[in-house]
């Protein structure tokens, strides 16, 4: 746990960005880390398809939006991990706060925690929300194999954006939101996880 420890303190060695989010949204999500002897990994969700929700079949991590019942963020991102995974992050090792992000054309702040877990814990995916949940050895985000780029339509302009291909070529890269929190993860911690630019 030595290496989490370091993550730990470089997390804490200043205080988040925290944004209100006044009329926006507020959301919250897990980043939840396990390290085997063959060095650290993240744990990914792959979304249900499901034509109702903005974020259907994306690669993204364990979280949604805040309750009338959530007593903070952080309450928000270990609620929703249970209900999607099962996972009860009440007993994981807290490391600490992301920046948050308030990504530009949606009207939400999405706030980040990051946990870290023994080993491998068990999941019980909801299907209804969940199509699949796996873990990404941190190494992986430099191999270079596995980046790609998005086009999507923003503010009525094609943009290209990065992208990790996690899964297959049939699957959703992982990009955008979670793309960025990853970055942000990666500025914060000092790792690897983003040389591209």
Request: charged share 25%.
């Amino acid at each position: 746990m030595e290496r989490f420890h370091t993550i730990s303190m470089a997390l804490n060695s200043h205080p988040a960005h925290i944004i209100e989010p006044g009329e926006r949204v507020q959301a919250a999500v897990s980043l939840i880390m396990e390290d085997l002897h063959s060095g650290p990994s993240i744990l990914f969700v792959e979304r249900s398809t499901n034509e109702n929700d903005y974020w259907s079949g994306h690669i993204c991590l364990p979280g949604g939006r805040a309750e009338a019942g959530d007593k903070s963020p952080r309450h928000t991102a270990e609620r929703e991990t249970w209900e999607e995974l099962g996972l009860d992050l009440t007993g994981a090792h807290y490391l600490g706060r992301l920046d948050d992000i308030a990504p530009g054309g949606l009207q939400m702040v999405v706030s980040c925690f990051v946990y870290a877990v023994h080993q491998h814990p068990f999941l019980s995916p909801d299907v209804r929300e969940v199509a699949d949940a796996f873990w990404v050895p941190v190494r992986e985000f430099t191999n270079p194999a596995r980046r790609t780029h998005v086009d999507f339509i923003f503010k009525n302009r094609m943009r290209r954006f990065p992208a990790l291909r996690l899964v297959d070529d049939k699957a959703q890269p992982l990009w955008g939101l979670t793309y960025r929190l990853l970055r942000n993860f990666n500025k914060t911690v000092n790792t690897t996880i983003d040389s591209d630019r």
